[in-house]
């Protein structure tokens, strides 16, 4: 039986006010296109993409720009190339907004090893909300859930062509409130243009990744969040509701 084309299966969540862009900005990681007419998602969602993790993929990246000249580093490179890239299959759970829908969609919290809090840096009240979410996330998920707080909707604080700085949220203050949180990093994106999109799944990848690297995950336990192949390479692992058929379709 032939290997699965991924190493792991890691489920994602995304979270956060409704209108913030959460359905567009996993519609454009998996299948790279924007919708500017969404239908207000009803309880939950799903989407997929497989990524690289991991060296040889994240050393090219920093070393992009080296000029190399000594024979050790040389040597380094040609081993780092014949170095098996991993693989990682993103399970995306893009979440409703409404607080109708809340105690429906706080039961996804359980069994994700990531999540991306998501605000409207055009509506600050989008920002005040953060907090709760990621309380309620906390409060539910495993305590070792990646966290990355992604402001969406970039492209409207653009003051070219005339067009007026939409902006309530400043760089900074998001930044320090990932600061204070514990949260890994803040990331500004636009769903529209796809600025920063990928960077800020990939930043969550690649600590699960990490995580992974550093044994604190079960790969046998559901609840982790992460799963590795099945008995010969077969694709038999399933996360917590992963049998549910994705609107976004099985991508990549």
């Known amino acids: 039986m032939s290997s699965p084309p991924w190493d792991y299966i890691a489920k994602l969540v995304c979270i956060g ?12 990681l998996c299948e790279g296109r924007f919708s500017p007419q969404h239908d207000v998602t009803i309880g939950v969602e799903f989407g997929s993409r497989i990524v690289p993790v991991g060296p040889p ?10 000029t190399t000249t000594t024979r050790d580093t040389t040597t380094s490179e040609a081993a780092q190339q014949q170095q098996q890239q991993k693989h990682m299959k993103l399970s995306l759970w893009d979440t409703a907004g409404q607080e109708t829908y ?9 069994g994700a ?3 991306l809090l998501v605000f409207d840096i055009t509506r600050k009240a989008t920002f005040q909300h953060v907090t709760d979410w990621l309380n309620d ?16 909707k970039l ?3 653009s003051t070219q062509d005339g067009e007026q700085n939409r902006r309530e949220v400043t760089t900074a203050e998001a930044e320090e409130w990932a600061r204070r949180n514990g949260v890994l990093q803040y990331v500004e994106t636009s769903a529209k243009s796809g600025e920063n999109v990928e960077a800020a799944f990939m930043g969550v990848a690649g600590r699960i990744f990490d995580n992974i690297n550093a044994g604190k995950y079960d790969l046998n336990d559901r609840r982790s969040g992460v799963k590795g192949p099945g008995p010969g390479g077969a694709r038999q692992v399933r996360l917590a509701g992963d049998a549910a058929k994705g609107s976004f379709g099985g991508c990549c």
């Open 102 to 110: 809340k105690s429906v969609t706080r039961s996804y919290f359980r």
């Open 17 to 28: 006010d409704s209108g913030c862009g959460k359905s567009s900005l996993t519609i454009r």
């Open 155 to 157: 492209d409207q604080c």
């Open 57 to 66: 993929h994240s050393k090219s990246l920093s070393t992009a720009t080296a």
């Open 137 to 152: 996330l906390r409060a539910i998920a495993e305590p070792d859930i990646v966290v990355i707080l992604v402001g969406n």
């Open 113 to 115: 090893s990531g999540a």
